[in-house]
């Protein structure tokens, strides 16, 4: 029988300045954060960043970051997710500025439907829909970059499961139009 550690008491451990208990909090979760980053990676073509890659920025990131505010394991799973979604965008961006194009990322894992977005129009749509509606955002970041449940988003949001639907059933609806219409 596998032992699996006690992730909320390592987060509360951390959060109380273990540094033993993050490094164990962030090996107990790295096999989560490599399916994430395996995901974003998955089908981006021409690019030099590999799940550890991906994995290595975004822990880097999180340990720098002020930890008293992470709640739970959904929660930290949320905020690694964004900070993926900035290191994938900062990547693209920086291929861009070399003058090389970049390609399109697959960000729909776990999630209805197949399609595929220039990364770059994906961010500055979600930076559109933050000024609209910040709890949207975080949902679509939570959902497209996490590929988190509805249930671990209902979570962090503290909102019911079904308001998290409703709510996301909007969000997508928004990002469609934002997407196909970048400039309305």
């Known amino acids: 029988m596998e032992i699996r550690p006690d992730i909320e008491g390592l987060l509360l451990r951390w959060r109380a300045g273990d540094i033993v208990a993050r490094d164990a909090l962030i090996a107990a979760l790295h096999g989560q954060l490599s399916q994430i980053a395996s995901a974003r990676l998955r089908r981006e073509r021409g690019t030099s960043l590999?799940?550890?890659?991906?994995?290595?920025d975004a822990v880097v990131q999180l340990i720098r970051i002020d930890h008293q505010r992470i709640v739970g394991r959904a929660h930290f799973i949320a905020l690694a997710s964004r900070v993926m979604?900035?290191?994938?965008?900062?990547?693209?961006?920086?291929?861009?500025?070399?003058?090389?194009?970049?390609?399109?990322?697959?960000l729909n894992t776990r999630v209805d439907g197949d399609q595929r977005f220039d990364l770059i129009a994906l961010d500055s749509a979600l930076i559109r829909l933050g000024a609209v509606d910040a709890q949207l955002?975080?949902?679509?970041?939570?959902?497209?970059?996490?590929?988190?449940?509805?249930?671990?988003?209902?979570e962090v949001l503290t909102l019911s499961e079904a308001t998290v639907k409703r709510r996301w059933q909007v969000a997508r609806a928004w990002l469609a139009a934002a997407l196909i219409e970048p400039e309305a």
């Open 50 to 56: 590999m799940t550890g890659d991906l994995v290595n």
């Open 85 to 106: 979604r900035n290191v994938l965008i900062d990547h693209a961006r920086g291929k861009a500025t070399d003058k090389r194009a970049h390609h399109k990322v697959e």
């Open 137 to 154: 955002m975080e949902l679509v970041d939570m959902r497209y970059f996490g590929g988190m449940s509805i249930a671990d988003c209902a």
